[in-house]
Every structure is written in structure tokens, then in C-alpha cells.
């Protein structure tokens, strides 16, 4: 069974910057997975922030970006700011009309 | 703007079926070219793929659900739906729907979920 990978949680400073990850329990993340990257604050319907590895959403600021960083997919925040205290999670597109989601990174901005 | 609004009970008896709706507003779902998604997430925990549907009846499952799942879709009334057999307590969770984006004209493959709904609560408790 495949598993999507993310951190648990993470911490960064305000005005500092934090990548985070999403990796493969076997294999390594490519541009073929299509990962996609959702904001989710509690209470709230998910966000879409990034697709196709990092193209931004309509409305997205520039300071979140998506890469292919290593064996895995990459959301990095630059300059953090206070209400980007999070959930963040990726999702991978598995083929044939399959999708897996990663556990959710809570990111913590203090 | 397009809007998705989840409907259906909030309570659901151990064992019994779990069914909810989501109605679409803003886009028509026969216009084609989006798959239509169900997905959920359990208090506290992540999101988790359940199945997602096109209007012509096209249908994927997540493997680890189909043999309980059931989606639909009824173009008339611009609604798909979501049918969950034999349900435990762990099915408790928050439901959403949410356009599925495969193929953009101009780029190419570009799969994600871009609009959701605000989500369901559905409890499975006797």
C-alpha cells in the first residue's frame, strides 16, 4: 500500500522560511505525481495552494512556491507570516484515477 | 463563482448506509471536462481520497473503500452523490466535496482538487 509522507509538524519564526515535504514510503516523488499542495485552518474547508508541483492558485501569494526537492515534493513558505499557522497537506495523483494524501505537516509560526 | 454545498444526515447508525449529496452551483457538471471528488477527513486526522466520478458515469474508487462505496451523479439536478455501506465508528469524520481538475487545454495534465465544499459532519454512532 502506498503511504505519502509528510513532517508531523514544524515550527518557523515570522518573517522566516520553512520547506516542507512530501515523500514516498518507496520511490521517490516526481513531476508525474502531479503533487498538489492544500492549506486547511481548523473549521475550514481545505485551500488549494499549489498544483502541478508549483504552479500557484489563483490568489496564492508569491510567497509559497512548490518544487521537486531531492526524491521529494516541496512547499516552501518565504517569509512566513502569522496566519499561515497551519495544516498543510499534499496529495499525490497515483494513476489510474488514484489519488493518496499525505498525513498533514501543522505548521506553527512563532 | 462556483459554489459546492454538501446535504444529507448528520447521524447515521452503526451498520446502516451513510448517503450525502453535493449540489453544484455555478457550473453545470454535464458541461464536462472535471471529475466530481469526494473526500474526508476524521476528527483530528487527514484528508483521505474516497472516489470521484465524471458526468458521464466514469467512476474511480479508492481501493481500500470500494467494496462500500457507491457514487452517483444526476446531471438533471446538477448534484453527485455519495453512498457508504455498512458503516462503523470509523467512518465518523467531516465530508467534503470538490471539483477534481485533470486536464487543462492550454498545459496539459494538471490534476488537483480546486474548489471545495465547507464540509459535512457525519457521525456514525448508535
Redesign the interface.
Known sequence: QTVVTQEPSFSVSPGGTVTLTCGLSSGSVSTHYYPSWYQQTPGQAPRTLIYSTNTRSSGVPDRFSGSILGNKAALTITGAQADDESDYYCVLYMGSGIWVFGGGTKLTVL | QLQLQESGPGLVKPSEPLSLTCSVSGASISSGGFYW?W?RQPPGK????IA?IYYSGST?Y???LKSRVTISVDTSKNQFSLKLSSVTAADTAVY?CARQ?DYDIL?G??????F????KLVTVSS
Request: zero cysteines; proline letters at 8%.
Open positions: 471528488a473526500i487527514g484528508l483521505d481520497w470521484s474511480y479508492n481501493p481500500s467534503y481538475v498545459t495534465p494538471i490534476y488537483h482538487f480546486d471545495w465544499g465547507q464540509g
